[in-house]
C-alpha cells in the first residue's frame, strides 16, 4: 500500500529552537494534515492543507504542502516543553473531501527535550 | 475534546475471544476511520466507511470486521483474539463529502489487552 516517510523519527529539542520535520511520498495527495499525539491519547489536529503550494500557520507551527503534492513540512518556531510529543503528517488521496479512499500516516517524529 | 466518543477505554480480554468496540463520531460527521497503534508504532489503518458504506480498507485481518450504522456509529469487531492484536485502536471522524472535509478528529482510542 501507500506510505509515507517521515523524518526525522525522533530529535531533542532545547527551549526556543526551530524544529523542522517532513513527510514524504512517491504518491500525489489532495490533502495533507499534520497531527501530534501525547502517550496515551488521540491524535489532534494541529494544520490542515488542501492546495499545492498552500502555506499554513496555526499560532507558532506553520506546514507547507509541496508543490509536487509529495510532500509536506511542518515547522515549529522558539520550541517550548509542551511541544514534547509525537508528530504524525497524514494524507489523504481519496476524492473530494474523503468520501472514499483512505488517510494514511507516517511513521512519526518523536520530539524530545534535550537532557 | 473533539467529539468522537471511544468505548470503552480500557478491555483486556482472553485469547480466541471476540470483542466490539465503538464509535460515535462527531455530530454531522458522515466518515468514520479506524486505525490500530501498536506500541510505538505508527498509526495503521484499517478501514473507512463513509455514510454507512465501506469506502476503503487498509492492512484489515479477516478476523476483523467492521460496520456503520444509520446513526451513523461505527463498530469495530474483532475476533479470534491473538496476544499481538493486543494494542490502541482509535477511530476518527471526518465530515466527508466534500472538498476541504477531510479534517480527522480522533476519539481517545479503546486500550485492547489480549492475555
Known amino acids: 500500500g501507500q506510505q509515507l516517510n517521515q523524518s526525522p523519527q525522533s530529535m531533542f529539542i532545547q527551549e526556543g529552537e526551530d524544529v523542522s520535520m517532513n513527510c514524504t511520498s512517491s504518491?500525489?495527495?489532495?490533502?495533507w494534515l499534520w497531527y501530534k499525539q501525547d502517550p496515551g491519547e488521540g491524535p489532534v489536529l494541529l494544520i490542515a492543507?488542501?492546495?499545492?503550494?498552500e502555506l499554513t500557520s496555526n499560532g507558532r507551527l506553520t506546514a507547507q504542502f509541496g508543490i509536487t503534492r509529495k510532500d509536506s513540512f511542518l515547522n515549529i518556531s522558539a520550541s517550548i516543553p509542551s511541544d514534547v510529543g509525537i508528530y504524525f503528517c497524514?494524507?489523504?488521496?481519496?476524492?473530494?473531501?474523503?468520501?472514499?479512499?483512505?488517510?494514511?500516516f507516517g511513521k512519526g517524529t518523536k520530539l524530545s527535550v534535550k537532557p | 475534546d473533539s467529539g468522537v466518543t471511544q468505548t470503552p477505554k480500557h478491555l483486556i480480554t482472553a485469547t480466541g475471544q471476540r470483542v466490539t468496540l465503538r464509535c460515535s463520531p462527531r455530530?454531522?460527521?458522515?466518515?468514520v476511520y479506524w486505525y490500530q497503534q501498536s506500541l510505538d508504532q505508527g498509526l495503521q489503518f484499517l478501514i473507512h466507511y463513509y455514510n454507512g458504506e465501506e469506502r476503503a480498507k487498509g492492512n484489515i485481518l479477516e478476523r476483523f470486521s467492521a460496520q456503520q450504522f444509520p446513526d451513523l456509529h461505527s463498530e469495530l469487531n474483532l475476533s479470534s483474539l491473538e496476544l499481538g492484536d493486543s494494542a490502541l485502536y482509535f477511530c476518527?471522524?471526518?465530515?466527508?463529502?466534500?472538498?476541504?472535509?477531510?479534517?480527522?478528529?480522533f476519539g481517545q482510542g479503546t486500550r485492547l489487552t489480549v492475555v
Open positions: 455530530s454531522g460527521d458522515l466518515s
Open positions: 497524514a494524507g489523504h488521496q481519496g476524492n473530494y473531501g474523503g468520501s472514499q479512499g483512505n488517510l494514511i
Open positions: 504518491s500525489i495527495f489532495n490533502t
Open positions: 492543507l488542501y492546495k499545492a503550494g
Open positions: 476518527a471522524s471526518s465530515v466527508g463529502g466534500t472538498l476541504g472535509n477531510t479534517e480527522a478528529f
